[in-house]
Nanobody, 122 residues
Framework: QVQLVESGGGSVQSGGSLTLSCAASEYTYRYCMAWFRQAPGKEREGVAVIGSDRSTRYADSVKGRFTISQDNAKNTLYLQMNSLKPEDTAVYYC?????????????????WGQGTQVTVSS
């Protein structure tokens, strides 16, 4: 069982930056690690995903502003968020899928972190 622990959330003004981290207890040979977010009253949506082959995919709403990366030596996933907007406000979750491909479909991810709040004020 893969355990995920997020950190790095907080409050920032519009246009600011935050970096989220997600420490994983282990990786498998082929995997996908993703960030999802859920705003109040909305469904959980995919933000970005990175595969064990280093391929990445982003939601259109964050392209050019967010960057997903990983440090395999530390078993840690990151999400660098720049030019933040109030509509980015949500609880952000990291998720793990132990196989390819790597879609941004929450139903295909097996393990989830507890979530970290990101609040962007105008």
């Amino acid at each position: 069982q893969v355990q995920l622990v997020e950190s790095g959330g907080g409050s920032v003004q519009s246009g600011g930056s935050l970096t989220l981290s997600c420490a994983a207890s282990e990786y498998t040979y082929r995997y996908c690690m993703a960030w999802f977010r859920q705003a109040p009253g909305k469904e959980r949506e995919g933000v970005a995903v990175i595969g064990s082959d280093r391929s990445t995919r982003y939601a259109d709403s964050v392209k050019g502003r967010f960057t997903i990366s990983q440090d395999n030596a530390k078993n840690t996933l990151y999400l660098q968020m720049n030019s933040l907007k109030p509509e980015d406000t949500a609880v952000y979750y990291c998720a793990f899928r132990g196989r390819w491909p790597c879609p941004l479909d929450r139903s295909l991810y097996t393990y989830w972190g507890q979530g970290t709040q990101v609040t962007v004020s105008s």
